[in-house]
């Protein structure tokens, strides 16, 4: 089934160091979305990928990274987890062109503990 | 700006009561989309529905059904005759249109309302 895929499921990392998350897709969705949950909180979203093109939400902190070195992953770095970024961590694929607004396909999350 | 709003943030109802979760939004686009998701304790994000702004025919699908009324900005979501199954928490979401050639459509979420359907 075509899916998106999420691993860990659950991350255990300790203060400052840092840590990748990855997403994967088969659903050859051209834009790639993060977001960050935490308990009792609707999505945030973090940023997007569109195709290669890199789009920043103005609040996320720098200490989020991404990359997508292809259509089917897109990873999530975390370069120096603090306490507050303790979370759930959610990847969403969608296929997007001009004016659509079709609905974001959402993988399975994962957990991460800051210790 | 988008706003979406779920004024319930917690419902408990007993098996086979029917329940209606509310969603009140806010935009000043002439075209939108909203969107139900589910989430179930596992934490994915499951999609329910699609309804764009200039299509406001109620729809059913099976014990879900969905009631779109631009005239106050409200798209409910009412589940009939619930299980425990339909545990989880609900998110009613905008869709905003893309910032660019480049960009995707960016989702506002409400708060999400937890369901707790006891047996």
């Known amino acids: 089934d075509a899916m998106v895929i999420q691993n860990p499921r659950y991350q255990v990392t300790q203060f400052g160091k840092p840590v990748t998350l990855s997403c994967s897709q088969t659903?050859?969705?051209?834009?790639m979305y993060w977001y960050q949950q935490k308990s009792s909180q609707a999505p945030k979203l973090l940023f997007h990928?569109?195709?290669?093109?890199?789009?920043n939400e103005a609040d996320t902190p720098d200490n989020f990274q991404s990359r997508r070195p292809n259509t089917s992953f897109c990873f999530l770095d975390i370069r120096s987890p603090g306490l507050g970024d303790a979370a759930m961590y959610l990847c969403?694929?969608?296929?997007?062109?001009?004016?659509?607004?079709?609905?974001?396909?959402f993988g399975p999350g994962t957990r991460l503990t800051v210790l | 700006a988008q706003k979406v709003t779920q004024a319930q943030t917690e419902i408990s109802v007993v098996e086979k009561e029917d329940v209606t979760l509310d969603c009140v939004y806010e935009?000043?686009?002439?075209?939108?989309?909203l969107f139900w998701y589910k989430q179930p304790p596992s934490g994915e994000l499951v999609f329910l529905i699609r309804?764009?702004?200039?299509?406001?025919q109620n729809e059913i699908s099976g014990r879900y059904s969905w009631n779109f009324q631009k005239s106050t900005s409200s798209f409910n979501f009412t589940i009939t005759a619930s299980q425990v199954v339909d545990s989880a928490v609900y998110f009613c979401?905008?869709?905003?249109?893309?910032?660019?050639?480049?960009?995707?459509?960016?989702?506002?979420f409400g708060g999400g309302t937890r369901l707790m359907v006891k047996p």
């Open positions: 969403a694929t969608s296929r997007v062109v001009l004016y659509s607004y079709n609905e974001q396909f």
């Open positions: 659903l050859n969705h051209n834009v």
């Open positions: 990928y569109y195709d290669k093109d890199f789009n």
């Open positions: 935009t000043r686009d002439t075209t939108y989309y």
């Open positions: 309804r764009n702004s200039f299509d406001e």
């Open positions: 979401a905008l869709s905003e249109p893309p910032m660019n050639n480049n960009a995707g459509n960016m989702l506002t």
